[in-house]
């Protein structure tokens, strides 16, 4: 299986772990402008009520490849959880070129 940009590897790995311990402030700064203002706090609430709990008992986050659309690349990852519950998929969108994320989506498998 390919691997992901370290880049990209390093950006969703800061995401996953900002989700798991609920910090906003290391969350948004993952991303930029658009990203910073396109997901408020009540909205990353709404997320790590249902994730962090079982981000915490152990998870798994396999990477799947990435997409090209026009100015983005992104990257996708399967989140399997030790709990044997739904399976996500985590998409990770960054402008071509920049280090910031620019959309998260998690949405179950």
Request: hydrophobic share 40%; proline share 3%.
């Amino acid at each position: 299986m390919n691997e992901p940009e370290p880049v990209a590897q390093t950006t969703f790995t800061n995401l996953m772990k900002a989700i798991q311990d609920n910090s906003y402030r290391d969350f948004i700064k993952q991303g930029d402008w658009g990203f910073k203002i396109g997901i408020p706090i009540l909205m990353f609430w709404f997320v790590t009520a249902q994730l962090a709990r079982r981000m915490r008992k152990g998870y798994q986050a396999t990477y799947l490849g990435q997409l090209n659309q026009k100015k983005y690349q992104v990257y996708l990852w399967k989140l399997k959880f030790t709990d044997g519950g739904t399976e996500f998929i985590a998409r990770l969108a960054m402008k071509n070129g920049k280090a910031k994320a620019s959309g998260l989506l998690i949405t179950a498998w």
